[in-house]
């Protein structure tokens, strides 16, 4: 590919087939679905759209391969992660924008999430080689223990459209280093991401049916029986907590070792205290990255009293300051949302937060023409009980509230059922080491608007969800410990 790639060749250079056992091939009947390019609504390209016969062929792949996978050298496993970790940076401005035609975020963002997701093969190719175990003398002082550390086995791994390629490593990747094979299922909205990461693994020299890749429009009825087959031993999900209960339901059958990272509600506190400049940037990134779709996206401000006309003002400004369009287009920070339905569901959260008694800033509404953007939007005087302060809202708008005490902001923050990660500003080291003590989340940023890194340990509780991705524990969501109980004499 050249330096400045085009719109219609990225698009052609990918495998549009279903790859499963390192082949590539067409679903059975031929079967394709469109992919949009959600900032125009017109159709990029058709992929296989796999039916249940066809996901049954990528998990005899994957079991086929496991027993070998499993003997490969943990080095071995690494250095193809390594090699494709090169690949993904090498090809970094052909897969931005891809990734940017199909999911609609600007291009700038689309190369972030690229070097973003290939860390995550650099990462566990180092991770690879460090998978340890242990050796322990009884309490008796007879017997000793030997401890050890297996792939759990084939896994199921299951995406969402709003990080296409980075929530696909955060998988591939420890399951590769582990030793385990596995089925991967991208969206719908967004599978030509993960179709050009895993023509790349092949390329790094991926054994045959170790990364088995399905594309489909019928994700439930495709992936349900997977689940009850039996022989996938995980499933690692990541998407919306409803989908994510369902799956775990389908799990407990054949009690299926689960990863579950679901939705966010996170919430943005702010202290009279803060460095305002920097939680006026903060805010900025925690809700505008990736058009606001995000888990992590900030969904909730609360500004303490002293400072919250001030913030207000500021975000207002900066938020009503920022480019919509195309995310092709050079400076656009605003890209399109997802789909006519996600224009929907924040233009209703809106109206209920209006109705309710909260007032525009700036922002509000859709924006007319073809494609489904919605204007950045700050909202103050938002109820507690509305809408906008329970449900995700994954698009550009920011509703700001205000507080006066510690206590009442910590209360406010943990009033959802989700726990995924909370943002915080303050400057006073105590109130820091309380505050982030009391939050009911898996991750606090702290004077900081982004927590994403691959050598973090990333995750929810409550209904955001179950394990950890990436850090040095996230191969552990790959491994079953084994305990030998050695008798001597
Ligand atoms: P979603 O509707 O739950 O879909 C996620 C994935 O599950 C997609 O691949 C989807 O495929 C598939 N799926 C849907 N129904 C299924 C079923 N019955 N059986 C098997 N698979 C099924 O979520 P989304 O709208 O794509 O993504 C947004 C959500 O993901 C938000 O809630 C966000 O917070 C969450 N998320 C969480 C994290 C995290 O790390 N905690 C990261 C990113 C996103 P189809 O769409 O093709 O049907």
């Not at 991401?193 to 991926?206: F, K």
């Not at 679901?262 to 205290?273: C, R, S, T």
Request: net charge negative.
């Amino acid at each position: 590919m050249n330096a400045t790639p085009s719109e219609s060749s990225v698009v052609d250079a990918v495998g549009k087939d279903l790859f499963i056992d390192g082949k590539w091939r067409p679903a059975s009947g031929s079967k394709t679905l469109p992919v949009h390019d959600p900032s125009t609504g017109e159709v990029l390209c058709e992929v296989a759209d796999a039916s249940p016969a066809d996901g049954k062929d990528a998990l005899d792949a994957a079991v086929a391969a496991q027993a070998s996978w499993a003997k490969h050298p943990p080095r071995e496993r690494g250095e193809i992660l390594r090699r494709s970790y090169e690949l993904l940076m090498e090809r970094n401005e052909e897969l931005a924008l891809l990734m940017t035609l199909e999911m609609g975020k600007p291009l700038a963002e689309s190369r972030g999430e690229v070097a973003y997701a290939a860390e995550f093969f650099r990462w566990f190719a180092e991770e690879a080689v460090r998978i340890d175990g242990g050796y322990a003398v009884a309490p008796n002082g007879k017997g000793r223990f030997l401890v050890h550390r297996q792939p759990v086995g084939p896994s199921l791994l299951i995406t969402p459209w709003n990080f296409p390629m980075a929530m696909g490593t955060r998988k591939i990747g420890p399951a590769v280093a582990a030793g385990c094979t596995s089925v991967i299922k991208p969206a719908a909205q967004t599978p030509l991401s993960m179709l050009a990461l895993v023509g790349i693994m092949a390329e790094a020299g991926l054994p045959e049916g170790v990364v088995n890749v399905i594309t489909t429009s019928n994700s439930g009825g495709v992936i349900e029986p997977l689940i009850r087959d039996g022989r996938a031993r995980k499933l690692s999900f990541t998407g919306s907590t409803s989908v994510g209960r369902k799956l775990l339901e389908q799990c407990s059958e054949k009690v299926l070792r689960t990863s579950m990272e679901l939705g966010g509600n996170a919430p943005f506190l702010v202290f009279d205290d803060a460095d305002i400049d920097a939680a006026i940037e903060g805010a900025m990134l925690a809700k505008l990255r990736n058009i606001g779709e995000a888990c992590t996206a900030a969904n909730r401000f609360y500004v303490q009293r002293g400072i919250a006309d001030e913030f207000a003002r500021r975000l207002t400004e900066r938020m009503s300051a920022q480019p919509i369009g195309r995310g092709t287009e050079e400076g656009v920070v605003i890209g399109p949302l997802i789909d006519e339905a996600a224009i929907e569901k924040v233009s209703s959260l809106v109206s209920d937060a209006v109705d309710r008694g909260a007032k525009v800033l700036t922002g509000g509404a859709g924006v007319d023409g073809p494609g489904h953007f919605y204007q950045p939007t700050v909202l103050t005087d938002v109820p507690q009980d509305s809408r906008l302060a329970h449900d995700e809202i994954f698009g550009p708008v920011a509703p700001i509230n205000v507080f006066d005490t510690e206590d009442e902001a910590i209360a406010k923050a943990n009033d959802t059922e989700y726990g995924l990660v909370s943002y915080l500003y303050t400057q006073d080291i105590n109130r820091a080491l309380r505050v982030t003590e009391a939050l009911e989340a898996g991750m606090v940023g702290l004077n900081q608007g982004i927590v994403s890194n691959p050598a973090a340990p990333f995750g929810g509780i409550k209904h955001s969800g179950l394990g950890r991705e990436g850090g040095t524990v996230g191969i552990d969501e790959f491994l079953e410990t084994k305990y030998v109980a050695v008798g001597l004499s």
